[in-house]
Antibody
């Protein structure tokens, strides 16, 4: 079945960089966008960015530009989100989600990973 | 960036009630609007995309409407599984979630 399996929980120091992975299975990895969404404790959902696994093209929310890098390794059907210069405000659950099919116009996030809990603390 | 204003932030309702949640975009987003349900400790679940298209497997008591800047999610008859938090998401330009609506037991 279609699933996204994320890497395990992380405890990070302020100022460090974080890298979370998201391994896709059950579908053609290069055929669908991958989004990254985060949720701080007790807060709402916040979109971080996306990658087109076919082309490698990316986009991210303005507040993260310059600090987030989304990449992929098509040989192992895995997407990555790297976030630099961490602060306590980056403490959150980070989700990856499958987006729209490449080349189509109707967009949604239909399959989600279980989330990766990231704690930033000195 | 497009801002999404979702209301109410919370509501109390009883089983069988009709529930309506709204989202307003800061500019026209055509029909590029999705709705998600999130239960505590779980990942969000897609309910509706492109304003009114029900995702496979989602009960027909959920419906969506709107266009341009104003959108509505309606639950026609609230069921036990529906007590959760609901989010809208605009997909017109970049992506922006609404702040969520928590549906609680009255």
């Amino acid at each position: 079945q279609v699933q996204l399996v994320q890497s395990g929980a992380e405890v990070m120091k302020p100022g460090a960089s974080l890298k979370v992975s998201c391994k896709a299975s059950g579908y053609t990895f290069t055929g669908f966008y991958i989004h990254w969404v985060r949720q701080a404790p007790g807060q709402g959902l916040e979109w971080v960015g996306w990658i087109n696994p076919n082309s490698g093209g990316t986009n991210s929310a303005q507040k993260f530009q310059g600090r987030v890098t989304v990449t992929r390794d098509t040989s192992i059907s895995t997407a990555y989100m790297e976030l630099s210069r961490l602060s306590s405000d980056d403490t959150a659950i980070y989700y990856c989600a499958r987006g729209m099919a490449v080349g189509t116009a109707v967009d949604y996030m239909d399959v989600w990973g279980k989330g990766t809990t990231v704690t930033v603390s000195s | 960036d497009i801002q999404m204003t979702q209301s109410p932030s919370s509501l109390s309702a009883s089983l069988g009630d009709r529930v309506t949640i709204t989202c307003r975009a800061s500019q026209s987003i055509s029909t590029s609007l999705n709705w998600y349900q999130q239960r505590p400790g779980k990942a969000p679940k897609l309910l509706i995309y492109a304003t009114s298209t029900l995702q496979n497997g989602v009960p027909s008591r959920f419906s969506g409407s709107g266009s341009g800047t104003d959108f509505t999610l309606t639950i026609s008859s609230l069921q036990p599984d529906d007590f959760a938090t609901y989010y809208c998401l605009q997909t017109y330009s970049a992506r922006t979630f609404g702040h969520g609506t928590k549906v609680e037991v009255k």
